[in-house]
């Protein structure tokens, strides 16, 4: 019969560049087969001096002994990765000697450096095949069992239907089968209400699935099936609020098919489903591709993700990138909409390369400020042309207050705009009118109008209260004593909306001080430069 055993490494290598051509160097010992190994790295060699070397070497036991008892196969694979890049994948089949003279040029690991550090992953797989006890011929590996779609559908227990809406609306059962699938998909285009306009897509998909794959893939199918719920009684599972197609795509991985993740929106909306429905190893894939793909433009929207679903090697990877790339990514119109945390843990980045401008942070922590509350200040005009009321006029200039709170400025601009229109409408009117306002009576609608404007008072004044409280959070984490002199005073000291912090003061005094003794008297942590690396 056949036996695997395999093992899967990462090996980090430090000061790359200061290590002379010819080095050799030996990665710490691991076990896989029933040995003990190692694995050599050649920077270049007599023979192939403009290339990496990569060699699996077994200590102590030579392999081919008892070969009258048993044959091994090795397969060695080696992967050098970096986001954004595409990695350098090598694998190789059975082979005496176990590597690679040539892996790839030495000039190519450049670009795969990350603070003068090369980080390798190998892999090492070994097949031992027996001999026949009667000298026979060899027996192979059983192939693993295999089983059509029209074998599947025979042993299918159970029936899954997904939709789209929130509320499912629909109590049509699919029961076709499709041929060539395991799934019959069943998708129906319904029109929204005419007070909605235009028309929606409310797909649906029925899939027919076996309980005990579905309930090894995922705890939440486990649960399901055996909970005693109706679902596993009657063999049938209705899912809401989720997009038939990524549900798909989740079911064939389970059943061990190869899907293709598109891109980052694509990656992130199936770690959405497949979080909420507990399938781990599709989570973790998605994150895999994720991390090949951050760039510029989704490295927030990765992040933020990370964060979300807890995948501590993607945040990782976003904050390598982030650190070679956070001036142009400051500047890009997704920093000015990621949700506050992300924002925080970006601004706090630090083990940075070469000269860091501090003042880059600054800018970036002024302008999330200025285009939230921009956000706010158009949402409070679109209310006010809902209700008929005259648009409330944009502030002058940045959004910023001076000595004045958020709330009480945009007010105080709706109130002068109403005012002046209320003096509009009653111009002209009779002096020795005996019949006042004053006097009406409320009507059950004025009163459900003013509740209506009350709450959305309390609505606008709840988020200008909420940015202006991530803004301390956030100027509190700039290193202002990293910034220079001219710029303190120029620029920061009349920021109204920076001076008016609690503590501000202390920090800009501590920033002179600093600057008074050259850099030589000792700074917090918090205020040093980000080229250092926090432990």
């Not at 694995?39 to 060699?45: D, Q």
């Not at 209506?452 to 202006?468: D, F, S, T």
């Not at 920090?507 to 430069?529: D, P, T, V, W």
């Amino acid at each position: 019969m056949g036996l695997f055993e395999e093992c899967n490494h990462k090996w980090t290598i430090p000061e790359w560049s200061r290590l002379p051509l010819k080095s050799v160097l030996k990665s710490q010992r691991f076990n896989v087969g029933n040995h003990e190994w190692i694995v050599e790295l050649y920077k270049g060699s007599s023979k192939h001096p403009e290339h990496l070397g990569i060699f699996f070497e077994p200590i102590g036991t030579h392999l081919k002994s008892h070969k009258e008892n048993y044959i091994k196969t090795f397969k060695v694979s080696l992967s050098i990765i970096k986001p954004g890049i595409q990695p350098i994948d090598k694998e190789g089949g059975a082979s005496d000697g176990w590597g690679y003279y040539e892996a790839t040029a030495l000039q190519n690991l450049q670009n795969y450096l990350t603070d003068d550090q090369l980080t390798l992953y190998f892999g090492l797989n070994i097949e031992q095949k027996t001999k026949n006890s009667l000298c026979g011929p060899y027996l192979h590996p059983k192939q693993p069992l295999r089983f059509s779609d029209q074998d599947l559908k025979y042993f299918q227990d159970v029936t899954i239907h997904v939709f789209k809406d929130e509320n499912d609306e629909s109590n049509e059962n699919e029961n076709d089968f499709n041929k060539d699938s395991i799934a019959s998909i069943s998708r129906n285009k319904v029109k929204k209400a005419k007070s909605n306009g235009g028309t929606t897509s409310n797909e649906k998909i029925t899939i027919h699935g076996h309980k005990f794959i579905l309930a090894t893939a995922s705890p939440w199918f486990r649960d399901i099936f055996f909970s005693g719920m109706k679902e596993s009684t009657q063999n049938e599972v209705t899912i809401c609020g989720i997009d038939p197609r990524l549900f798909k795509w989740i079911f064939d991985f389970s059943y061990g098919k190869d899907i293709y993740i598109k891109d980052s929106t694509h990656g992130i909306n199936i770690i959405k489903v497949a979080d909420r429905l507990q399938f781990k190893y599709i989570k973790e894939y998605a994150f895999s591709c994720l991390r090949t793909q951050i760039n510029m433009s989704n490295i927030l929207d990765i992040w933020e993700a990370s964060d979300l679903y807890d995948c501590t090697e993607t945040r990782t990877s976003c904050e390598i990138y982030m650190k070679s790339n956070y001036t142009d990514i400051f500047i890009s119109p997704e920093w000015l909409s990621v949700n506050d945390n992300c924002a925080l843990n970006a601004i706090k980045i630090d083990g940075l390369k070469g000269i860091v401008d501090e003042t880059v942070f600054y800018k970036a922590v002024l302008a999330r400020r200025e285009a939230a509350t921009q956000k706010v200040i158009d949402l409070q005009k679109l209310k006010e042309e809902e209700s008929g009321d005259e648009v409330t006029k944009a502030l002058p200039g940045t959004p910023t207050p001076s000595n004045v709170n958020l709330y009480e400025k945009i007010q105080k601009e709706i109130k002068d705009i109403k005012g002046a229109k209320g003096a509009k409408d009653t111009k002209g009117e009779s002096k020795d009118n005996d019949y006042t306002t004053d006097t009406q009576t409320e009507t059950e609608t004025e009163k459900l109008e003013r509740l209506e404007n009350m709450r959305w008072e309390r609505y606008i004044k709840e988020e200008l209260e909420a940015i202006q409280k991530h803004f301390e959070v956030m100027i509190c984490h700039i290193r202002f004593p990293q910034m220079d002199i001219e710029f303190i005073a120029d620029t920061v000291e009349k920021e109204d909306a920076v001076m008016q912090i609690p503590g501000i003061k202390d920090i800009l005094f501590e920033s002179y001080r600093h600057k008074a003794f050259l850099g030589k008297r000792e700074l917090s942590k918090k205020y040093q430069s980000r080229s250092i690396e926090s432990k």
